[in-house]
């Protein structure tokens, strides 16, 4: 089936660990959206991209790299893990046309880092 | 951006009607007003928008106010499934389709 998809769904690393979570999308969306969702909060943006090759920083950015050489991919990089960092992570991507601003999510990273 | 504010929960009976408020004071002429759900253990999903008028579509209605500093997410009957948090979204046309989510409601649906 289309649609977006993330992997792993589960992870456990230790502090100051590398990790990559990725994220892909069959419909060719041009926007891509990485959130995080903190126990019983709402979702934070940390990165966004507008194409292949152009991405830049939302709310809390500090501590993650992006990428997307592809369109279809937007990989999300812990490069040094840290224990504020255990959250769910979400995908989201939507295509660059004209309002509404639906986003489409994809089922969420559990990460916990120890 | 524009800020929203909802009840941090609200409680409906099965088949019963739910009007899930939303007040956005500082609102401005260009935000759209999204409404988005995420059920247990799932992302969200998308459940309506609305600029101006009244909208309807499979899932819900959403009122807006005339002032457009409030609106109201419509269940017409809710069931079981529809249990989950509800945000409440502004986000301005033309922009890059961040969404910055608040709080939401929590909506609990007894049986």
């Known amino acids: 089936d289309a649609g977006i998809t993330q992997s792993p769904r589960y992870k456990i690393t230790e502090t100051g660990r590398q990790v990559t979570l990725m994220c892909h999308q069959t419909?060719?969306?041009?926007?891509m959206f990485w959130y995080r969702q903190d126990l019983g909060h709402g979702l934070r943006l940390i990165y966004y991209?507008?194409?292949?090759?152009?991405?830049d920083k939302g709310e809390v950015p500090d501590g993650y790299v992006v990428s997307r050489s592809k369109t279809e991919n937007f990989p999300l990089t812990l490069e040094s893990a840290t224990r504020s960092q255990t959250s769910v992570y979400f995908c989201?991507?939507?295509?660059?046309?004209?309002?509404?601003?639906?986003?489409?999510f994809g089922p969420g990273t559990r990460l916990t880092v120890l | 951006d524009a800020k929203t504010t909802q009840p941090n929960s609200m409680e409906s009976n099965e088949e019963e009607p739910v009007h899930l408020p939303c007040n956005h004071s500082?609102?401005?002429?260009?935000?759209?007003i999204h409404w988005y759900r995420q059920l247990p253990s799932q992302g969200p999903e998308y459940v309506i928008h609305?600029?101006?008028s009244n909208v309807n579509n499979r899932m819900a209605s959403l009122a807006i106010a005339e002032d457009r500093k409030s609106s109201t997410l419509i269940l017409h009957r809710a069931t079981l499934r529809d249990a989950a948090v509800y945000y409440c979204?502004?986000?301005?046309?033309?922009?890059?389709?961040?969404?910055?989510f608040g709080q939401g409601t929590t909506l609990q649906v007894k049986p």
């Open positions: 979204i502004l986000s301005p046309s033309g922009n890059t389709g961040k969404l910055i």
């Open positions: 419909w060719s969306h041009s926007y």
């Open positions: 991209s507008a194409a292949a090759d152009i991405t």
């Open positions: 989201a991507s939507r295509v660059v046309l004209a309002p509404p601003n639906e986003q489409f």
């Open positions: 609305g600029l101006t």
């Open positions: 500082t609102i401005s002429g260009t935000d759209y």
